[in-house]
T-cell receptor
Framework: GAVVSQHPSWVICKSGTSVKIECRSL??????MFWYRQFPKQSLMLMAT?????????EQGVEKDKFLINHASLTLSTLTVTSAHPEDSSFYIC????????????FGPGTRLTVL | GQNIDQPTEMTATEGAIVQINCTYQ??????LFWYQQHAGEAPTFLSY????GLEEKGRFSSFLSRSKGYSYLLLKELQMKDSASYLC??????????FGPGTRLSVLP
């Protein structure tokens, strides 16, 4: 149980285009979803936290107009990188959390974005 | 502020025991997690501590001391497949996690 999927797993795009990444909890309802970015040989950096039906909470330094997050249902959240630039190339990972005492996060497999 | 420290890299021999330390200073504490991450893959859950003491799970054990802001992950009978990054993460107020920089462990034959 507690499987989280991401799509696509790998994407290459031209500079200036927008890319949408989907994150789905397959066998549970996720009250909260998190979006992380990870550069090579670095740890995970939280970008934003989203609760179903409400606006995402962005971490300091993350542009909300550039990284659009939609959490339309308890099983789906999307991250859209708008007007992507080469410096946005990174490994994007989502995670989903259920309500409960432990609040463990279940991670998706990640999406590798390369912007040319 | 939030700060989590781990050693950057460690090396150990197959079959040995290795201890990876994590110290933290966070605003609020609602649990400490250890994750394993292989290169190019997402993190996978290893352990969770919210009370002081040792949690044992097969070859992996994790220890927590809340008063010292300290945890360690102990890996026994190391195998080559244990070569990975190990991330310490603290859950503060709410559900947000703060991740440490990760420790890259290399297991040598």
């Amino acid at each position: 149980g507690a499987v989280v999927s991401q799509h696509p797993s790998w994407v290459i795009c031209k500079s200036g285009t927008s890319v949408k990444i989907e994150c789905r909890s397959l066998d549970f309802q996720a009250t909260t979803m998190f979006w992380y970015r990870q550069f090579p040989k670095q740890s995970l950096m939280l970008m934003a936290t989203s609760n179903e039906g409400s606006k995402a909470t962005y971490e300091q330094g993350v542009e909300k107009d550039k990284f659009l997050i939609n959490h339309a249902s308890l099983t789906l959240s999307t991250l859209t990188v708008t007007s992507a630039h080469p410096e946005d190339s990174s490994f994007y990972i989502c995670s989903a959390s259920t309500s409960g005492s432990r609040h463990e996060q279940f991670f998706g497999p990640g999406t590798r974005l390369t912007v040319l | 502020g939030q700060n989590i420290d781990q050693p950057t890299e460690m090396t150990a021999t197959e079959g040995a025991i290795v201890q990876i330390n994590c110290t933290y200073q966070t605003s609020g504490f609602n649990g400490l997690f250890w994750y394993q991450q292989h290169a190019g893959e997402a993190p996978t859950f290893l352990s969770y501590n919210v009370l002081d003491g040792l949690e044992e799970k097969g070859r992996f054990s994790s220890f927590l001391s809340r008063s010292k802001g300290y945890s360690y992950l102990l890996l026994k009978e190391l195998q080559m497949k244990d070569s990975a990054s190990y991330l310490c993460a603290v859950r503060g107020y709410g559900q947000n996690f703060v991740f440490g920089p990760g420790t890259r462990l290399s297991v040598l034959p």
